[in-house]
């Protein structure tokens, strides 16, 4: 692993310090791709990162709606249901020029390449369910 990949161990109690790895390794403006299975824990990653941005907005999944924003500059995306191709015919691919982190849940490939090739800063949390706890891993993907 590089200085620029870590991975953490964690319950539900410690998110905590997933959430100040992120905020240490991860620049303010990026996309930041969270990838895992099906309650893997994506939503409860987002909840705990708005929390400590002091959002007091309650945090769900997007997955109708595609975006949510939690105060100024945390943005949340669900694309479960759809993909790449239906953000640019929504013209939604403009929401990531908003100053902040953006936080993709089902980031396709389609998207990914979008905007590693326009520059965007791309990061990856994955999240591997152990138990009743996870695994963490923070990556940059354009490094």
Same mark, same amino acid.
């Given at each position: 692993m590089t200085n620029d990949v &870590?991975? &953490?161990?964690?319950?539900? $109690?410690?998110? *905590? $310090?997933?959430?100040?790895? &992120?905020?240490?390794?991860? *620049?303010?403006?990026?996309?930041?791709?969270? /990838? @895992?299975?099906?309650?893997?824990? /994506?939503t409860t990653l987002v909840q705990a990162i708005a929390q400590a941005a002091g959002s007091t907005s309650t945090v769900t999944s997007p997955t109708f709606s595609l975006q949510h924003s939690y105060g100024d @500059?945390?943005?949340?995306?669900?694309?479960?249901?759809?993909?790449?191709?239906?953000?640019?015919?929504? @013209?939604?691919? $403009?929401?990531?020029? /908003? *100053?902040?982190r953006h936080l993709v849940e089902w980031m396709d490939k389609g998207l990914k390449a979008f905007l590693a090739a326009a520059g965007y800063n791309l990061w990856q949390v994955t999240i591997t369910p152990e138990g009743e706890r996870r695994i963490y891993r923070i990556e940059p993907l354009n490094a």
């Open positions: &870590i991975e &953490i161990e964690a319950g539900l $109690e410690e998110l *905590p $310090e997933v959430v100040a790895a &992120i905020e240490r390794l991860v *620049p303010n403006n990026a996309v930041i791709s969270l /990838k @895992g299975d099906l309650a893997a824990g /994506k @500059g945390l943005y949340h995306y669900d694309l479960y249901r759809t993909g790449f191709e239906e953000l640019a015919r929504l @013209g939604l691919l $403009e929401e990531f020029d /908003k *100053p902040g």
